[in-house]
């Protein structure tokens, strides 16, 4: 079997669902942290531009018998381990439920995350010159505007049980957990989201889920 190592950062989102696909799975693999603060950022220094000309996390070198390949995007990462590992399975057998479960997922990292990364952040304040609690206000109106539309579908979808899909984690959940995990770390409340704060809340009581919280992470204290 291929050898795996992740390259990412302890409190990026996308790094984050790709550990917890990892645990699910049970792959072996390493990691190798890219610290998107020190020195202006890793991930934008020329020896990890090599590696994802994009200068984001996370990515995954592959590394076969002579070769290695590299893959970038979560989702992508996530869904080439459930084709090569496929039990767990990650998306559901049928294809209105995989669609499903592959919206929810693309909501988050789609519509949500993207206007938050850090990229963005700092964008707002070095270049934009916004303040501290202008770009607060930033990060929050937009997952509250994410966050309330995905509530009233979660919370009116019969395919809900205790995570996104019956009772199984799934590819929404690995983008739910770290979407809140940040929204709870920036203090924003989520009193108005109890569906999806139950789903996260559940799956983090799975250890596949735990281990690959931010905290927990060999990067956190550096």
């Given at each position: 079997?291929?050898?795996?190592?992740?390259?990412?950062?302890?409190?990026?989102?996308?790094?984050?669902?790709?550990?917890?696909?990892?645990?699910?799975?049970?792959?072996?693999?390493?990691?190798?942290?890219?610290?998107?603060?020190?020195?202006?950022?890793?991930?934008?220094?020329?020896?990890?531009?090599?590696?994802?000309?994009?200068?984001?996390?996370?990515?995954?070198?592959?590394?076969?018998?002579?070769?290695?390949?590299?893959?970038?995007?979560?989702?992508?990462?996530?869904?080439?381990?459930?084709?090569?590992?496929?039990?767990?399975?990650?998306?559901?057998?049928?294809?209105?439920?995989?669609?499903?479960?592959?919206?929810?997922?693309?909501?988050?990292?789609?519509?949500?995350?993207?206007?938050?990364?850090?990229?963005?952040?700092?964008?707002?304040?070095?270049?934009?010159?916004?303040?501290?609690a202008q770009r607060q206000a930033?990060?929050?109106?937009?997952?509250?505007?994410?966050?309330?539309?995905?509530?009233?579908?979660?919370?009116?979808?019969?395919?809900?049980?205790?995570?996104?899909?019956?009772?199984?984690?799934?590819?929404?959940?690995?983008?739910?957990?770290?979407?809140?995990?940040?929204?709870?770390?920036?203090?924003?409340?989520?009193?108005?989201?109890?569906?999806?704060?139950?789903?996260?809340?559940?799956?983090?009581?799975?250890?596949?889920?735990?281990?690959?919280?931010?905290?927990?992470?060999?990067?956190?204290?550096?």
């Amino acid at each position: 079997m291929n050898a795996l190592t992740l390259h990412g950062y302890f409190r990026s989102s996308a790094s984050f669902r790709v550990r917890i696909a990892l645990n699910l799975k049970g792959v072996p693999h390493d990691q190798a942290p890219v610290h998107l603060l020190r020195d202006g950022g890793e991930q934008l220094q020329p020896a990890y531009r090599a590696l994802n000309p994009d200068g984001l996390v996370p990515s995954l070198s592959v590394h076969e018998e002579a070769t290695t390949s590299v893959l970038t995007q979560s989702l992508a990462i996530i869904e080439y381990l459930d084709e090569l590992y496929p039990t767990p399975a990650l998306l559901p057998a049928a294809p209105l439920d995989r669609a499903f479960v592959r919206s929810v997922a693309l909501q988050i990292a789609c519509e949500i995350h993207p206007l938050a990364n850090l990229r963005v952040l700092k964008y707002l304040s070095g270049e934009l010159h916004v303040s501290d609690a202008q770009r607060q206000a930033w990060y929050r109106h937009w997952l509250e505007v994410g966050f309330a539309s995905l509530e009233q579908r979660l919370a009116a979808e019969p395919r809900v049980g205790r995570f996104t899909f019956g009772d199984a984690p799934t590819l929404a959940d690995l983008c739910i957990v770290p979407q809140v995990w940040n929204a709870r770390r920036f203090e924003i409340p989520l009193d108005a989201y109890p569906t999806i704060v139950r789903i996260a809340d559940h799956a983090m009581t799975l250890d596949a889920f735990a281990a690959a919280e931010p905290g927990r992470q060999p990067d956190a204290n550096a």
